[in-house]
C-alpha cells in the first residue's frame, strides 16, 4: 500500500527487555515523527525527524528511547530496559515537508500497541 | 500542563443531527489547527485544518470554527453519519525557531452517531 506502514502491530514483552519498534514512510515523504498515546491520553509527541537535519528529539521521555532513521527512509524507534509505564500505543507519521505548512498535515500508521508485562 | 483540551471524553449524537465538538487551547503562540479522526486499531486520518488567519474554514460536511480570542476551536459535521462515530482528536501547532513545527494534540472525543 502507499499509505505509511508500522511493525509490528502488537507487540508483548517482559520488564526490562528491549524493543524495536519499525516504520516505513510514505514514499517521499521527508518528514517523520513518532507519537505515542497511553490509555486514555491524547498523542505525545516524541521525535521527529526532517530530512539530513539532526532529529528533533525534545520528547523522548528518557534516555532509555531513541530513534533513528536511515537513508532517510525507514526509522526505528528502540526502547531499552522496558518499563509498565511504557506500555501505549507507538504512532509513526510522515509529511510531505515540514510539519506544519499548511496543506502537509500527518499521515498516520496504524500504530504499535506495545504491552510491558 | 494540558495546553490543548478537550474536555468532553464522549459525545452521542443522533443520525441527521448536528455532531458539535469543542476543544480549548492556553498556547496564544498556536496559529495552525487540525481535527484528525480515529478508527479503532487505526492511526489517526487527517480531516480539516485552519490557520490563524480565518475564523473558519469548510469541507463538505464538516466545518471548523476558530475563535482566537476565546481560544476556542470547533469541528461541526452536519447531517452527522453512523460512519462518522469515531475519536476525533484536535490539535495545534505554533510557528517556531527551526523547521520543525511540532503537533500539540487534545485527549480526543469518543463520537457515537446513533442509527
Known amino acids: 500500500g502507499a499509505g505509511v506502514s508500522q511493525s509490528p502491530s502488537n507487540k508483548v514483552t517482559e520488564k526490562g527487555k528491549d524493543v524495536e519498534l519499525r516504520c516505513d514512510p510514505i514514499?517521499?515523504?521527508?518528514?517523520l515523527y513518532w507519537y505515542r498515546q497511553s490509555l486514555g491520553q491524547g498523542l505525545e509527541f516524541l521525535i521527529y525527524?526532517?530530512?539530513?537535519?539532526?532529529?528533533?528529539k525534545s520528547g523522548l521521555p528518557s534516555d532509555r528511547f531513541s530513534a533513528e532513521r536511515t537513508g532517510g527512509s525507514v526509522s526505528t524507534l528502540t526502547i531499552q530496559r522496558t518499563q509498565q509505564e511504557d506500555s501505549a500505543v507507538y504512532l509513526c507519521a510522515s509529511s510531505l515537508t515540514r510539519q506544519g505548512a499548511l496543506g502537509s498535515p500527518l499521515h498516520f500508521g496504524n500504530g504499535t500497541r506495545l504491552t510491558v508485562t | 500542563d494540558q495546553q490543548v483540551k478537550q474536555n468532553s471524553p464522549s459525545l452521542s449524537v443522533q443520525e441527521g443531527r448536528i455532531s458539535i465538538l469543542n476543544c480549548d487551547y492556553t498556547?496564544?503562540?498556536?496559529?495552525?489547527f487540525l481535527w484528525y479522526k480515529k478508527y479503532p486499531a487505526e492511526g489517526p486520518t487527517f480531516l480539516i485544518s485552519i490557520s490563524s488567519i480565518k475564523d473558519k474554514n469548510e469541507d463538505g460536511r464538516f466545518t471548523v470554527f476558530l475563535n482566537k480570542s476565546a481560544k476556542h476551536l470547533s469541528l461541526h459535521i452536519v447531517p452527522s453519519q453512523p460512519g462518522d462515530s469515531a475519536v476525533y482528536f484536535c490539535a495545534a501547532s505554533a510557528r517556531s525557531s527551526g523547521s520543525a513545527r511540532q503537533l500539540t494534540f487534545g485527549s480526543g472525543t469518543q463520537l457515537t452517531v446513533l442509527p
Open positions: 498556547n496564544s503562540m498556536f496559529d495552525y
Open positions: 514514499s517521499g515523504h521527508t518528514a
Open positions: 525527524f526532517q530530512g539530513n537535519s539532526a532529529p528533533d
